[in-house]
């Protein structure tokens, strides 16, 4: 079955780095777009970055363009989210996560989430 499976969080102080990586199982990863979410204590759950099948082209929410880089590594089934200058709002839950189409409708996947969380 499908899993993601991510790794990487932890306390870090403001303006410190991080790498995510989420490793993908269950299905053929290089078929599809992957993507980053993340979600705040009583906030919802937002979109951070997107990155094509390929790998090609990828996409930034505003808050984080030119901090974060996502990639991946189709031979590893894996993804990843490199975050430099991190700030205290930064600080959430951050989940995997990738969407699929049949004829029957669309199917959202996640992951479990690994939690950010940027403080002095």
């Known amino acids: 079955q499908v899993q993601l499976v991510e790794s990487g969080g932890g306390l870090v102080q403001p303006g410190g780095s991080l790498r995510l990586s989420c490793a993908a199982s269950g299905f053929t990863f290089s078929s599809y777009a992957m993507n980053w979410y993340r979600q705040a204590p009583g906030k919802e759950r937002d979109l951070v970055a997107t990155?094509?099948?390929?790998?090609?082209?990828?996409n930034y929410a505003d808050s984080v363009q030119g901090r974060f880089t996502i990639s991946r590594d189709n031979t590893k089934n894996t993804v990843y989210l490199q975050m430099n200058s991190l700030k205290p709002e930064d600080t959430a839950v951050y989940y995997c996560h990738f969407s699929r189409r049949d004829y029957r409708g669309r199917y959202d996947y996640w992951g479990q989430g690994t939690q950010v969380t940027v403080s002095s």
């Open positions: 990155i094509t099948s390929t790998g090609g082209n990828t």
